[in-house]
Nanobody
Framework: QVQVVESGGGSVQPGGSLRLSCAAS????????MGWYRQAPGKQRELVAT???????SYADSVKGRFTISRDNAKNTVSLQMNRLKPEDTAVYYC???????????????WGPGTQVTVSS
């Protein structure tokens, strides 16, 4: 069984910063991609940023230049540094891990339960 757990959410004023972290553990043999997604009330879940097993990263246009994703392959962790936060960044942030679990033969998606980020004055 693969576990994915996020941490680091909270409340911050506009212009502030937060750092989210995510750790994958359990029966995961290899990880191809790790990423962050978010879902605001009444909206669909959307991609924030992803990072592949190398250094290839991808960002939503709305966060480019403000958010930075990084990954520690040895620890199976991914972080999201969020700077210059805006009220529209308010959402539940989910960590996605795409990798090979023990006993499986193809990469699968594993999701964390989410962490709330609220940006408000």
């Amino acid at each position: 069984q693969v576990q994915v757990v996020e941490s680091g959410g909270g409340s911050v004023q506009p212009g502030g910063s937060l750092r989210l972290s995510c750790a994958a553990s359990g029966s995961i043999l290899s990880i191809y991609l790790m990423g962050w997604y978010r879902q605001a009330p009444g909206k669909q879940r959307e991609l924030v940023a992803t990072i592949k097993s190398g250094v290839s990263t991808s960002y939503a246009d709305s966060v480019k230049g403000r958010f930075t994703i990084s990954r520690d392959n040895a620890k199976n962790t991914v972080s999201l540094q969020m700077n210059r936060l805006k009220p529209e960044d308010t959402a539940v942030y989910y960590c996605r891990v795409n990798g090979l679990g023990l006993g499986t033969y193809a990469n699968s998606d594993y999701w964390g339960p989410g962490t709330q980020v609220t940006v408000s004055s």
